[in-house]
């Protein structure tokens, strides 16, 4: 072999061992999991926020991403509006826990379920049409709806739900009793008991829910 012969071959060796270093890594990488994509995103905030999901806390801030599994809390006097990809809100009054537990859309952002706890605390949830069922659930009981706009709240072992436009389904989880409220209507749940029969709220409890969970300019 001559002098050039050899060196062109010293230098393709060269090359080969970064080329086989590289191969070597790729093929003993883990692979690339996409991330999972935000099912919300905060609209309007008062107060403290947070999200925690797999043992992580994140702050909460105006355009923050929701995902779902995520456990959102609100501080003491805070706030938090959350639109959702199919353009359903919920509003979280002061010191409220909501699990997110799935919310799931189309391609084209329409809602397929989303199902929801009320660990705590006091909601509001308009559901925007068309789209599938949409469940809070508490310790006592489940509201759900296709579309309307809802109360809840979650006190220990008692939950209260109104139905402010359209109609809502309550069920007792303890009984599996079942309700149905109409716009104007409400009925609470203890833990292990019935629904109460859907009736009309007086004016002063109305107000006072509707101002537990409205933010600035509402």
Known sequence: MTRSSQERS???TALLVPAFLVLALVAGAPPVVAAEPAVGRVVQQEGEA???????????????AVFSR????TGEGGRLKIEFADHSLIVLGSDTHVFVADYAVSG????????LSL????????????????DVSSQAAVASARSTEWLMEADGGKSAIFAAAGSVFVQSVGTNSLVLLQPGEGTDVALDRS??????????RVES???????AGE
């Not at 995520?70 to 809390?73: F, G, P």
């Not at 829910?209 to 933010?215: G, I, K, Y």
């Open 195 to 204: 629904p109460t029969a859907p009736k009309a709220w007086g004016k002063a």
């Open 50 to 64: 947070r999200a925690q999901s797999d043992g992580h806390i994140r702050p909460l801030g105006l355009g923050a």
């Open 70 to 73: 995520d456990r959102i809390e």
């Open 209 to 215: 829910f509707r101002a537990r969970v409205s933010l």
């Open 10 to 12: 010293r230098f393709a």
């Open 119 to 134: 660990l705590s605390g006091i909601i509001r949830a308009v559901v925007a049409a068309p789209g599938g069922h949409f």
């Open 108 to 115: 084209s952002d329409r809602r397929i379920g989303a199902i």
